[in-house]
């Protein structure tokens, strides 16, 4: 399966997606960059082991373009199962956060593509 229609099947599960609350979270040294989710929640779950990575996309919709804009991205899941963004973003926006579905393998293929478009 291309990426393209990957993302399509993303768009598809949108109904599924959650908006995440934003948490301004540190350690000794260290702060969440601006556009590093993965690297920043990898960070931050090597130090609090009772949190998790979950990996998936964020899905924007532009509809004056007639487009969707899928963009892998990084959350952490607290004890509770709460899904909590950790990475500052400089954009007032949210958008839906939909779980990825499949292999590590396809994730770091979509992650290396950083985003991609589909059609509305």
Same mark, same amino acid.
């Given at each position: 399966m291309?990426?393209?229609?990957?993302a =399509?099947?993303?768009? +598809?599960?949108?109904?599924?997606? #959650?908006i +995440? %609350?934003? $948490?301004?979270? %540190?350690?000794?040294?260290?702060?969440?960059?601006?556009?590093?989710?993965?690297?920043n #929640?990898? =960070?931050?779950?090597?130090?609090t082991?009772?949190? =998790?990575? @979950?990996?998936?996309?964020l899905?924007?919709?532009y509809?004056? /373009?007639? /487009?969707?804009? #899928? $963009?892998?991205?990084? /959350? @952490?899941?607290f004890?509770?199962?709460t899904?909590?963004?950790?990475?500052? $973003?400089?954009i007032p926006?949210?958008?839906?956060? @939909?779980?990825h579905?499949? %292999? $590590?393998? =396809?994730f +770091?293929?979509?992650e290396? +593509? @950083?985003?991609i478009a589909v %059609?509305?």
């Open positions: 291309d990426l393209i229609e990957y =399509k099947g993303v768009v +598809a599960r949108r109904s599924e997606g #959650v +995440a %609350s934003y $948490r301004a979270v %540190s350690l000794p040294g260290w702060t969440p960059q601006t556009n590093q989710c993965h690297d #929640v990898q =960070k931050w779950v090597s130090a082991p009772q949190h =998790k990575h @979950v990996v998936g996309y899905v924007c919709d509809p004056d /373009l007639g /487009l969707w804009i #899928v $963009r892998s991205h990084s /959350l @952490v899941e004890e509770d199962g899904l909590v963004d950790i990475t500052p $973003r400089p926006w949210r958008y839906p956060f @939909v779980r579905i499949g %292999s $590590r393998g =396809k +770091a293929e979509m290396r +593509a @950083v985003e %059609s509305c």
